[in-house]
């Protein structure tokens, strides 16, 4: 797909959606001097899902990337 037909692509999603978040998201992407400390911008679920991972590594709850795949292959 060339540059004009992905342009187009996106014009259609982003005219096609009425979903508030993506539409601040996109305007992020074009003026990221303007949005500030990302934490601002996230929410309650995701913020928590955040610190509980921090504190997972901090207590030592992790797992090495090569054994979890060793596991699943």
Avoid: C
Avoid at 28 to 55: E, M, V
Avoid at 60 to 66: I, T
């Amino acid at each position: 797909m060339n540059i004009q037909a992905e342009k187009l692509e996106i014009m259609k999603l982003v005219l096609e959606t009425n979903n508030p978040n993506i539409l601040e998201s996109i305007k992020a992407l074009f003026n990221p001097n303007k949005t500030g400390d990302f934490w601002t911008n996230l929410s309650k679920d995701q913020k928590d899902d955040i610190i509980l991972g921090i504190n997972e590594i901090e207590n030592g709850e992790v797992v090495d990337y090569e054994d979890f795949m060793q596991k699943h292959r």
